[in-house]
């Protein structure tokens, strides 16, 4: 028990730091590929080629002064960073980032927590996310964060319906709700989730990225409309802790794309958690790439392409996944 | 429903493609206190005025530049020197409120004001941005 109890400790320590240090970098390539796509240079001052920047955008920050502005809901104003940021980091505990190895005569899953509703778990906890984004727009008594708020609260109510229906044919497929029975359901190079369920991975991937509120679909954040959107009143710690679980979410999207489409850690010669980082990162600058690439959608479009488009295409997979397992 | 498809499968990936393209183009940044961009020669900067080859300011306090200059800008008060030549006693610019149109420069009959190509002139204090005649003189030196 004690050793289990050892083992589970050090897991979460080095998950938890690796997470971090991923967001912290994540920043930085954001601006570096960016500032590429626009045939500019990006952060270039602060280390080579800028590597040291997040480091000096986080002292920065933890120095800045905290303002709160007057008529605020105090209590639920400090809550909602919190209630952002803790959902993005607890969903790592199901994510399995290797296959079990042996270390010292112990036997040591690469994941913190396997057990047998992993997706369901990280369904229920992406959901707990938007309260942090409404409870922000509403406590901040600001008529841009309200705004940015209510958006992001239509915004995933629409998409998460489908979210959950484009998974539903990996879940028939594999039989698992476990996410590490689902990685070893993959076993095989064309046995992935993404020659097998083509279709589910295209919604899969739409939806994620409206869950995560990144471009084309950062309509809570629209700056060119609600200034900032829900965290318009947010300064300091605060202020980075809702970019933290922001990016944070995009780790963790890419994660689960990788695990539930791609194989998750296999694949051959490299060692696995290499293949796994390898897969994440593929999708976090598939997300840069799309953000620097597709125009924000309007409201209402995004409204009609997730209730007319992507919910009857989830449930037509659902329906073709159905008819080939049957026959 | 087939504009959606069209869309995802031929308008996306173009665009896409089209990004990806000037992520591989070489970035067209110039590191600027390092490297400089070239200036071109018609390039007005701040502004200097010049000498004859006796060493005598060219300028005749003739007031033709204070006159064409669209934000009036130029302040200068004229004066006799011993052999009854005119020159600028005060002559000054305040290079706040100049648009670097280089109007002075066209208007001066006798080529005394031209504009420089220094452009790294700012300052903390608003007085020291309008320059007298010695300053202005001693731009020219630097040219």
Redesign the interface.
């Known amino acids: 028990m004690i050793p289990f109890i050892i083992i589970t400790l050090i897991k979460i320590l080095v998950v938890f730091v690796v997470f971090l240090l991923m967001i912290a970098y994540l920043t930085w390539l954001e601006r570096k ?1 960016l ?7 990006g952060p ?1 001052r602060v280390g080579p080629h800028g590597l040291l920047q997040p480091f000096a955008d986080g002292i920065k920050l933890l120095f800045k002064e905290e303002l709160v502005p007057a008529n605020v809901n105090r209590f639920i104003y400090n809550l909602a960073p919190i209630l952002v940021f803790i959902p993005a980091l607890i969903i790592m505990a199901v994510i399995p980032f290797g296959d079990r190895i042996t270390i010292l005569g112990q036997k040591v899953d690469l994941v913190i927590s396997d057990f047998n509703m992993g997706i369901l778990y990280v369904f229920a906890i992406t959901s707990l996310g938007v309260y942090g984004l409404v409870l922000a727009g509403w406590s901040s008594n600001n008529k841009y964060s309200l705004l940015g708020g209510l958006r992001s609260s239509a915004q995933m109510i629409s998409y998460e319906v489908s979210l959950a229906l484009s998974l539903i044919g990996v879940l028939m497929i594999a039989g698992s709700l476990s996410l590490v029975e689902i990685v070893k359901a993959q076993d095989k190079f064309f046995n992935w989730f993404i020659f097998r369920q083509p279709l589910g991975f ?1 919604l899969y991937l739409v939806c994620i990225i409206a869950e995560i509120n990144r471009a084309p679909f950062d309509l809570p954040e629209a700056e060119n409309e609600l200034v900032a959107g829900y965290y318009t009143e947010y300064s300091s710690m605060k202020f980075a802790m809702f970019f933290l679980g922001e990016y944070g979410s995009m780790i963790n999207a890419g994660a689960l794309a990788t695990t539930l489409f791609l194989g998750g850690w296999q694949g051959p010669f490299l060692p696995p958690v290499v293949w796994f980082l390898i897969k994440l990162c593929a999708f976090l600058f598939l997300y840069i ?2 953000r ?3 125009p924000r959608f309007r409201y209402d479009q995004l409204m009609n ?1 997730g209730w007319k ?1 992507l919910l009857p295409l989830a449930l037509l997979n659902i329906l073709i996944t159905g008819v080939v397992i049957l026959l | ?1 087939f504009y ?1 498809l069209k869309t ?1 499968f031929w308008a ?1 990936p173009r ?2 493609s ?3 393209k ?2 591989l ?5 110039v ?1 600027y206190p390092e490297k400089r961009l070239v200036l071109s020669d018609r390039y007005r900067g701040l502004h200097y005025l010049t000498r004859n080859e006796d060493g005598k300011e060219k300028c005749v306090c003739c007031g033709l530049c204070a006159a064409a200059c669209p934000s009036g800008c130029i302040y200068m008060e004229p004066a006799e020197n011993e052999f009854g030549e005119r020159y600028a006693k005060v002559y000054e610019i305040n290079e706040l409120r100049c648009i670097f149109c280089g109007y002075c420069q066209e208007a001066c009959p006798k080529e005394a004001i031209f504009l420089g190509k220094e452009y790294e002139f700012s300052n903390d204090r608003r007085e020291k941005l309008i320059y007298n005649k010695e300053e202005l003189l001693k731009n020219g030196q630097q040219m």
């Open positions: 590929l500032g590429h796509f626009q045939v500019r240079l270039m295209l790439w799309l620097a690439t597709l392409f488009v | 429903m959606v995802i996306i665009g896409l089209v990004t990806f000037y992520l183009t070489k970035p067209i940044t590191r």
